[in-house]
C-alpha cells in the first residue's frame, strides 16, 4: 500500500494534536558491535507528553473522539504506576478535558501516581488485585457523571480499543517515512504487548508498508491466550476501519512470545533489573521494569540465542515507562546494590 493512501484513510478519523514531531529512530552502536545485528530503537519515550511514551498517539485518536462526542470528562482505568494513566491526565489537561483516573492502590508520592496529580486529574485508588477489576468502578462512574448533566468518554486500559489502535497504524507510517529517508529498512519490528492496542496498530500498518517486515509482541507477564484474543479482535477491527486484508491465523501466532514475564503481570525481576542498569551504562536511554526492560531483554536473549539470525536488521518500539521506573526505584535499588 502507498503510504498516501493509508494517510487519507486515517485522515477521517477525529484526531487532537498531541505529538509535535516525529520521535527519533537512533542506532544502538555498542549493543549492535556486541551481538552482530544492526539493532535500532524507536524512541517514543520521547513523544513531548508528560513522560512520554506509547499512549500519546493512542490519545490523538481518543481524544479526538471525545471532543467530537462532546465529552467534557475522560475517564480511564490501570495499575498505580500505569503510563497510560498519567499520559491520559495530561492529554486531557492539554484538550481542556476533566480527567478520573481508577486505579489500583499504591504509593501516592511516587512515580506515575505523584504526576497525575500534578496534571491535575482527580485520582482516585481501590484495593484491587489488577485492573481488570476497575471497569464496574469505572463505569459506575461514567453512569453517575451522566446523571449530573455530565458527558464522560471511557477510555480502556491502555486505550486499547479499535480507536486507540489507530495511533500505532499512524506510528508505522512515521517509521516507514524515516526509513525511507535513511535507506534502512527492518527485518523485524518488536514491542512489549499487555492490552494489544500498540500490537495490533503495528500488526495492521507494518503488513501494509513494509511486507518483508516481521512484528514480534513480547508479553510481559499478561494471560497469553488472553492477549493473542484482544490482539486479534483489534486488528481484525483495525482491518475493517480502514480497509485492510486480513492477517491469516499463522502470521498472527508467530506475532508474540510469551517467554519472559517472569511471572504475572508486575513481577519485577533480577535480570530485567540487570539489564535496566547495562542499557543505560552502554547506550543512555532508559527502560522501565514492567514493559520495556522486559521486552528488550527477551529480543536481546533472542538474538543470542541465533533465534534472531546475525545481521537481521532489527527495530525495537519504546514505548516508555520513566515515570513506572521511579515507581519501582527502591526495589530497583536494592537488587542493584545487592541488598534485596
Not at 453512569?143 to 497504524?169: C, H, N, Q, T, W
Not at 525481576?269 to 543512555?284: F, H, K, N, Y
Amino acid at each position: 500500500m502507498k503510504t498516501h493512501e493509508l494517510r487519507e484513510r486515517l485522515r477521517t478519523f477525529p484526531r487532537f494534536p498531541l505529538l509535535r514531531d516525529a520521535t527519533p529512530l537512533h542506532p544502538l552502536e555498542n549493543l549492535s558491535g556486541e551481538l552482530g545485528v544492526d539493532l535500532r530503537v524507536k524512541r517514543d519515550d520521547l513523544t513531548g507528553l508528560a513522560a512520554g511514551g506509547n499512549k500519546t498517539r493512542k490519545l490523538e485518536y481518543l481524544i479526538g473522539r471525545a471532543q467530537a462526542e462532546g465529552a467534557d470528562t475522560v475517564l480511564t482505568a490501570g495499575w498505580y504506576h500505569s503510563n497510560h494513566a498519567l499520559q491520559t491526565a495530561a492529554a486531557a489537561a492539554r484538550a481542556g478535558l476533566e480527567c478520573i483516573l481508577y486505579l489500583k492502590a499504591g504509593d501516592p508520592r511516587k512515580g506515575s501516581l505523584f504526576l497525575d496529580a500534578l496534571c491535575g486529574a482527580q485520582v482516585r485508588l481501590f484495593d484491587v488485585p489488577g485492573s481488570g477489576a476497575l471497569g464496574p468502578e469505572m463505569e459506575r462512574g461514567a453512569e453517575a457523571l451522566r446523571r449530573e448533566g455530565r458527558k464522560p468518554y471511557v477510555i480502556p486500559v491502555g486505550g486499547s480499543d479499535p480507536v486507540g489502535s489507530l495511533g500505532y497504524v499512524e506510528g508505522a507510517l512515521e517509521m516507514r517515512e524515516q526509513c525511507d529517508e535513511t535507506g534502512w529498512e527492518p527485518d523485524l519490528v518488536v514491542c512489549p504487548t499487555s492490552s494489544g492496542g500498540t500490537h495490533a496498530g503495528l500488526l495492521a500498518g507494518i503488513p501494509a508498508l513494509f511486507p518483508r517486515t516481521r512484528v514480534l509482541g513480547i508479553g510481559v507477564g499478561d494471560d497469553p491466550g488472553e492477549v493473542r484474543e484482544k490482539v486479534g479482535h483489534l486488528r481484525d477491527a483495525l482491518g475493517e476501519l480502514l480497509s485492510l486484508p486480513p492477517l491469516d491465523d499463522r502470521t498472527l501466532d508467530e506475532a508474540f512470545c510469551f517467554d519472559y514475564g517472569f511471572g504475572a503481570y508486575g513481577t519485577l525481576a533480577g535480570p530485567v533489573m540487570d539489564l535496566i542498569r547495562e542499557v543505560g551504562s552502554r547506550e543512555g536511554f532508559f527502560l522501565d521494569p514492567v514493559y520495556t526492560g522486559k521486552a528488550f531483554y527477551g529480543l536481546l536473549d533472542r538474538i543470542r540465542r541465533g533465534i534472531v539470525p546475525l545481521a537481521s536488521r532489527v527495530l525495537f518500539l519504546h514505548t516508555g515507562g520513566l515515570s513506572g521506573l521511579f515507581q519501582y526505584e527502591e526495589e530497583v535499588h536494592r537488587h542493584l546494590a545487592g541488598t534485596d
